[in-house]
């Protein structure tokens, strides 16, 4: 099952060059597991816990970040835990339909 391999997992590198809400990540997020990605779109917005922000599409960035983290010396953001909940979403999103039918 793919939790068990994440959760095995000593760090997840998943960068991306766009994002819309980012599930894959906030569930990376969800398992505290140590987690490398780029800082672009909504990834800003949904990451937490130990996370450590590359550049899209620099490779370098992420080899030496993965190094740096083995090693100790890597520099880690430490950001508090998120709740994305499903009655949250399904309420905003309903009233944005409400707000546009009514103009």
């Known amino acids: 099952m793919l939790k068990d391999w994440i959760q095995s997992a000593d760090l997840v590198v998943l960068p991306s060059h766009a994002e819309g809400f980012g599930f894959a990540i906030a569930e ?5 597991v140590p987690l490398i990605t780029t800082n672009v779109s909504a990834i800003p917005e949904v990451v937490s816990g130990e ?4 550049e899209p599409g620099s490779p370098k960035q992420i080899s030496k970040k993965i190094c740096e983290y083995f090693d100790g010396t890597a520099e880690i ?18 009233q944005i339909y409400q707000d546009l039918t009514k103009n």
Do not use: Q, R, S, Y
Not at 51 to 54: D, G, I, K, Q, T
């Open 77 to 94: 953001e430490h950001l508090p835990a998120k709740k994305f909940l499903w009655e949250d979403t399904i309420g905003n999103v309903t």
């Open 28 to 32: 990376v997020c969800t398992m505290d």
């Open 51 to 54: 996370v450590m922000f590359v």
